[in-house]
Nanobody, 127 residues
């Protein structure tokens, strides 16, 4: 069974940058799409960014547009999330997920479209 693992989280000051990575434990078949979600203290998990397997389509939550960039990796490194101009409100545990098949839910950022999740990596932005 393929497992996903996030890395790259940490503590950063407001205005700083971090780059998150999501890697698979073994070689994988093609998924339909991949994405990043986050869950802040006392909040529900929310969509951050998604990308199709071939990278032709990417989309973002309004709260991160212009600051975050999702990109596809190669080999076992599936996706990255470049986060710039970080704000205290970005503080959360960040999760990557993989979706096996096309769905409208995937393209609307719904977590129900995802079949596989990582364990998460903590991002803390200090003011």
């Amino acid at each position: 069974q393929v497992q996903l693992a996030e890395s790259g989280g940490g503590l950063v000051q407001a205005g700083g940058s971090l780059r998150l990575s999501c890697a698979a434990s073994t070689s994988t078949r093609d998924f339909y799409g991949l994405g990043w979600f986050r869950q802040g203290p006392g909040k529900e998990r929310e969509f951050v960014a998604g990308i199709t397997w071939g990278g032709a389509s990417s989309f973002y939550a309004d709260s991160v547009k212009g600051r975050f960039t999702i990109s596809r990796g190669d080999g076992k490194n599936l996706i990255y999330l470049q986060m710039n101009s970080l704000k205290p409100g970005d503080t959360a545990v960040y999760y990557c997920g993989a979706a096996n098949a096309y769905s409208r839910t995937f393209h609307s950022g719904g977590p129900g479209a995802y079949d596989l999740w990582g364990q998460g990596t903590q991002v803390t932005v200090s003011s």
